[in-house]
């Protein structure tokens, strides 16, 4: 495992139901590992989905995520941006915060689509990895990701779209290692 690059992903969905809403915008940052030591960024990219089911959607959740249908003409379907997720995430070890969340649409994405996952079986959570590190600090009373990049002095301008999420994610991660 020490050796396995890191795929840092965070998604945007209609909702929180995997089962019946969907994934509209996946964001991704591979970050090499040598020795169990983090590496550097060997590639970040931002996927938009398609949405089939909109009327599943909640608007709340359309809101907070910015979706509009201009911004998604061009999105892939979801087996087209599966199948690059898989492509470049091959053999990485998938981390996430709040990994439960985004592995249940992930998961069933790929069974969805009818593509390969060729991640590496291991996970990582990086709100339970904060816990682990930060549950003795009287200060640190939230672990989402907002008010662990606020702790950490990490901007995060565009919070609630995918790759600026992940981006914020991997600098939370850095920040722990160092604890």
Known sequence: MKNKNLAFVDIETTGFNPETQEIIEIGCVIVSQN??????????????????????ADPEALSINGYNEAEWLFASNLEQAMQVFADKTKECIFVAHNVAFDWSFIAKAFATSGVENKMFYAKIDTISFAFAKLHKDQNVTRYNLGSLCERFGITNDRAHTALADTRATVEVYRKLLEL
């Open 35 to 56: 020795d169990g030591i983090l590496g550097n960024v060997v590639e970040e990219f931002e996927l938009k989905i398609k949405p089939e089911k909109l009327e599943n």
